[in-house]
């Protein structure tokens, strides 16, 4: 009988509904025992968001400063697991302040410890930086990242921004002003990610993960947009110099906080579309560099 726990942070369900998709091969198994984890942290995170806790939570969220959770139950403390699903949301291009807390803290340490495991983010687009945070975080924990899949809004770059907020802030998921698309991960690709679950189970069986990830790949685990990767890396560098801008001046936050959501909005609405033009042009002359960075990211190395 193999162990595998399923772990996640979800606010909206939307994660939840994927880690409950994706793990049913593995209920349906005769073979394999599955623990469901759930992270809590002492300080609740609203949902929908309101606005002073969402841009609140940027600093220690970019910084990646951890936050009080709540202990695991001793069943999970107890199992020595095969497998674990690690799921998790990214925040300001980061893993979620829960995710992060979990990650550093020493329940993680008992519980991934020698362990295989594959990382499955929902996210609006901007991902690949955050995995690369996650990967640090894994091997300072000792565990193996075996696989990895990041599900996304496929959606236009600024159509995603308009419909992802309006979901956050007003916590109902609808067509934002009656025709755009439905925010988040679409119902389709949820609903067949199970076909993930369905890759992985015969590896774990067989405890060898050589080639899983490739075959993850080939069935649509991992989207690549290759001008989100330079977005992802340019954004990075300014949220590091806002983020310690902030928590160096905490008796001026709530300005400065402010101050970030108008460059927030700058950088989306005027910064990203430029990018983007700078990077279609470049794109014939940067094709190989872009094919080597498509083939790191989505791999697990």
């Not at 990646?64 to 001793?74: G, L, R």
């Not at 291009?93 to 410890?113: G, R």
């Not at 308009?162 to 925010?183: A, C, E, H, Q, S």
């Not at 050589?210 to 649509?220: C, D, I, P, T």
């Amino acid at each position: 009988m193999k162990n595998v726990l399923v772990i996640y942070y979800s606010q909206s369900g939307q994660l939840k509904e994927i880690a409950q998709q994706i793990s049913l091969p593995f209920l349906n198994s005769n073979e394999i025992n599955v623990t469901f984890y759930n992270i809590e942290t002492v300080k609740k995170f609203p949902f929908p968001w309101d606005n002073d806790s969402f841009f609140g939570a940027f600093p220690e969220t970019f910084k990646q400063i951890p936050s009080e959770i709540v202990a695991p139950k001793q069943e999970i403390l107890q199992t020595k697991f095969d497998l674990v699903l690690l799921h998790y949301q990214v925040w300001y291009l980061s893993p979620s302040i829960p995710i992060n807390s979990f990650l550093k803290s020493t329940f993680a340490q008992q519980i991934l410890n020698d362990v295989p495991v594959v990382t499955i983010s929902g996210s609006r687009n901007m991902w690949a930086l955050a995995q690369e945070k996650v990967k640090v975080l894994l091997k300072d924990a000792n565990a193996h990242l075996v696989g990895n899949i990041a599900l996304t809004d496929r959606n236009i770059n600024l159509i995603s921004v308009i419909t992802i907020v309006n979901w956050m802030f007003t916590g109902t998921k609808n067509r934002t002003y009656g025709f755009l698309p439905l925010p988040g991960v679409s119902a389709a690709e949820i609903a067949s990610s199970s076909k993930f679950g369905k890759i992985i189970l015969p590896y774990l069986i067989k405890n060898d993960y050589s080639g899983m990830q490739a075959e993850l790949v080939a069935n649509g685990a991992v989207e690549f947009r290759w001008f989100l990767i330079s977005m992802d890396k340019k954004a990075n560098k300014m949220f590091k110099i806002w983020s310690g801008l902030i928590l160096k001046n905490p008796a001026k936050r709530k300005t400065l906080l402010k101050v970030f959501k108008g460059y927030l909005f700058a950088a989306i609405w005027i910064l990203s579309p430029i990018v983007h033009l700078i990077e279609t042009i470049l794109f014939p002359i940067r094709y190989f560099s872009i094919l080597k960075q498509k083939k790191y990211f989505q791999g697990v190395n």
